[in-house]
């Protein structure tokens, strides 16, 4: 989808976007390579084609950053495809408060908890490594108190906020709820738990100890990441339907 993608183009819209798929536009070498110019209604050729040719580079050069800045938070989705390889799914569980208690990774080569009182200030290093994260609700959440946590780390990476990218598809509540809509199941021992059910396991492993309560809290993590993979998968396809054809989502 990132490679038809002229939206991120100054002055172009989806209707404009629309037109150049319908004259045969389908991607940016046909826009590049075509012995006639595409109508562009009133965007600017020069800055289409300069837009054209830099997306182009940086997707060639894995220039992650240069898409973060240029696709809006509800155009990032776009990108998920061409940088799957690289992309991170995200979610963290906090004490109730500000405090960051476990941040679960979960990518192709499988998921990593980082903890507090362990391994928790790795988070700055193991994050660099990914082009892309995606969340739930990463926007209004996870991602401002992990900024507000590691004050000097800087995010340039590609954000896929899955809150609201399915909220556009008509896709109500939360993770949970929305999971089981979509025919994404849990494991049972975690099945059924909630984000304040997080904080309580935490408390009690710190106040008593208990292994028990910890490896739950990170079973309920690791099942929240991993589905966020799922549902991924699941909305790009949504997405990508409804933007080639809106006239069948409306």
Not at 36 to 62: H, M, N, V, W, Y
Not at 214 to 230: F, G, H, K, P, S
Request: hydrophobic share 35%; aromatic share 12%; charged share 25%.
């Amino acid at each position: 989808m990132l490679t038809k993608t002229f939206i991120h183009a100054p002055g172009v819209g989806p209707q404009t976007e629309h037109s150049l798929w319908q004259q045969g536009c389908a991607c940016w070498d046909d826009y590049l390579g075509a012995k006639r110019p595409f109508s562009c209604g009133s965007a600017s050729k020069e800055a289409l084609q300069k837009t054209i040719e830099k997306s182009r580079d940086a997707l060639a050069f894995r220039e992650h950053q240069f898409f973060a800045r240029k696709l809006k938070q509800k155009h990032a989705w776009r990108a998920w495809k061409e940088f799957e390889d690289t992309c991170v799914y995200l979610d963290i569980e906090t004490d109730g408060g500000s405090e960051i208690t476990v941040v679960g990774l979960y990518d192709s080569k499988g998921f990593t908890a980082l903890v507090k009182g362990e391994d928790l200030g790795n988070f700055p290093d193991v994050i660099s490594h990914y082009s892309t994260i995606v969340t739930f609700f990463g926007t209004g959440f996870d991602i401002p108190v992990l900024q507000k946590t590691f004050k000097s780390f800087c995010f340039d990476q590609i954000h896929i906020d899955l809150c609201p990218v399915l909220r556009s598809l008509g896709y109500s509540g939360g993770l949970k709820r929305i999971e089981k809509e979509m025919g994404i199941t849990r494991d049972a021992s975690v099945d059924g738990l909630n984000g304040y059910d997080a904080v309580k396991l935490w408390r009690r492993y710190r106040s008593l100890r208990d292994d028990r309560a910890m490896e739950t809290l990170i079973a309920y993590n690791r099942a929240d990441v991993v589905n966020l993979q799922a549902l991924m998968v699941k909305a790009y396809q949504k997405m990508q339907r409804a933007t080639e054809f809106p006239e069948y989502h409306a």
